[in-house]
């Protein structure tokens, strides 16, 4: 099989490193754009943003994380777990 020849420890090293790296791009940029807005003695996190910021960047951001936080893994999950 095809399959066992790929899998080396190298090759998974490879492709966790890959993973975290992209993971966290995602989050540091949603950091550099973080706000903190303090109203009435509450403090509130990304909710300063204005309609046009969130759109060129924030849900570009969003959508990546998710992507590739949750919708990769889980088809990998799924598609190594049928086999």
């Known amino acids: 099989f095809r399959s066992r020849t790929i899998r080396t420890r190298r090759n998974s090293a490879i492709v966790c490193a890959g993973v975290w790296i992209l993971v966290l791009s995602g989050g540091i940029s949603a950091s550099l754009f973080s706000t903190t807005n303090v109203n009435n003695a509450t403090t509130t996190c990304f909710e300063g943003f204005s309609k046009r910021v969130w759109k ?28």
Do not use: M
């Open 56 to 83: 060129t960047y924030l849900s570009k951001i969003t959508i990546f994380i998710e992507v590739v936080g949750f919708i990769i893994p889980l088809i990998l999950n799924v598609s190594c777990s049928s086999v």
